[in-house]
Nanobody, 122 residues
Framework: QVQLVESGGGLVQAGGSLRLSCAASGRTSSSYAMGWFRQAPGKEREFVGSIKWLSGNTYLKDYADSVKGRFTISRDNAKNTVYLQMNSLKPEDTAVYYC????????????WGQGTQVTVSS
């Protein structure tokens, strides 16, 4: 089992920035793909972005079109932590953000965190 704990959510004004963290514990593996998802009230959960370490400093990354150029995913394998840097936030980015771990960049994801709330005010 892999346990995931997100942190860093909060309230921010439109145009602002937040950095989310996801700390993994348990049977972690640097070979896991780590993904970020979000779910807004009344909407389905949607993919935000993901990252998979290949070797050395080489990573595969994938982003949803809605966040490309604004959000950046990174990971620190030594700390078993993945980050989501969110810039130029918009009110439509308001959601609960979840991190997840799985074998492939686009899923399926087998392990999920509890989520952290991000609220962007206009």
């Amino acid at each position: 089992q892999v346990q995931l704990v997100e942190s860093g959510g909060g309230l921010v004004q439109a145009g602002g920035s937040l950095r989310l963290s996801c700390a993994a514990s348990g049977r972690t593996s640097s070979s896991y793909a780590m993904g970020w998802f979000r779910q807004a009230p009344g909407k389905e959960r949607e993919f935000v972005g993901s990252i998979k370490w290949l070797s050395g400093n080489t990573y595969l990354k994938d982003y949803a079109d809605s966040v490309k150029g604004r959000f950046t995913i990174s990971r620190d394998n030594a700390k078993n932590t993945v980050y989501l840097q969110m810039n130029s936030l918009k009110p439509e980015d308001t959601a609960v953000y979840y991190c997840a771990a799985g074998l492939n960049l686009r899923g399926p994801y087998d392990f999920w965190g509890q989520g952290t709330q991000v609220t962007v005010s206009s």
